[in-house]
């Protein structure tokens, strides 16, 4: 009888021997779904300003989204590390706050250029080797944008971030039309307000971190925040090749905020 023990280990699960980055993966979302590729078989590279958060078996890689050499030198170097790449995820965001009026042209600025441009220069830098992935592993090749509920609905306070957003579910499309015959699909998620450490920080500086919590969560039918490992599932599922017929999809991820209208509890 053979002592499995003795026989080399393989990776096991529903993205064995797939290559995946995941930009922003240090904390948070992008962190939570780095984890749950891994475990689910992928090799995986986290990219980020400070990748300190991510450790083995992810390879964690500096680079700075709003710069396009650090981008493609990090891009490149994950790739042969890895040997291939047939999953993007970009995920680097930052938040803003304020109406219209509210934020200076610098921070429009700053915000368009990480959470639009960010995924632009990543996609840039990753389509040759996606497309190599399409052709010797057909079904495997995939993108995933975090975008935001903040692209479908009207939020108070978040005039700079909803435009960072609504730009990333125009460019989820576009790039699905662009890429679905070199057999490279895109799609994106679409979490509620999720429980990040960006959130975190906005709660710790309001008047009463308590009411601003429960407002937060009020506001999700479900009656919660949404978890970081919830959207990473979402992620997980759009850059696996169970989805390989689902491109040019925006998966909600938002405790039911976008699609039910309730009415007031009790009435």
């Known amino acids: 009888m053979t002592d499995p023990t003795s026989e ?3 990776p096991v699960g529903e993205l ?17 779904t ?3 590729l891994a475990a689910r078989g992928a090799t995986v590279a986290v990219l980020d300003v400070d990748p300190s958060g991510a450790s083995q078996p992810l390879l964690a890689l500096k680079a700075d989204v709003t710069d396009d050499a650090s981008v493609r030198a990090a891009v490149t170097e994950a790739a042969e590390r890895l040997g291939g790449l047939d999953i993007l995820v970009n995920n680097a965001g930052i938040g803003a706050q304020g109406t219209v009026e509210d934020n200076p042209d610098p921070q429009w600025h700053r915000v368009l250029d990480v959470n639009v441009l960010g995924m632009v220069r990543t ?3 990753a389509l040759p080797h996606l497309r ?4 010797a592993r057909p079904g495997t090749a995939a993108i995933v944008n975090t975008c935001s509920i903040a692209a479908t609905a009207g939020l108070p306070q978040r005039a700079l971030y909803s435009a960072s957003k609504g730009a990333v579910l125009s460019l989820t499309l576009a790039m699905a039309a662009d890429h679905v015959r070199e057999g490279i699909r895109v799609n994106c998620v679409n979490p509620g307000t999720a429980d990040t450490p960006w959130v ?4 710790d500086a309001a008047d009463d971190p308590d009411a601003e919590r429960a407002a937060l969560n009020a506001r999700q039918p479900m009656g919660r925040l ?3 490992e919830e959207v990473a599932a979402a992620i997980a599922y759009l850059a696996s090749p169970a989805a390989a017929s689902v491109t040019g999809t925006a998966l909600a991820v938002d405790g039911g905020m ?10």
Do not use: C, H, N, Y
């Open 226 to 228: 949404v978890t970081a």
């Open 132 to 135: 190599d992935a399409a052709t």
């Open 258 to 267: 976008q699609g039910l209208r309730l009415r007031p509890a009790g009435s």
């Open 200 to 203: 975190g920080r906005l709660l």
């Open 34 to 36: 780095a984890r749950l």
């Open 16 to 32: 064995a021997g797939l290559k995946a980055i995941v930009t922003g993966g240090a904390s948070g979302i992008g962190l939570a």
């Open 8 to 10: 080399p280990t393989e």
């Open 123 to 125: 996609s840039r830098a």
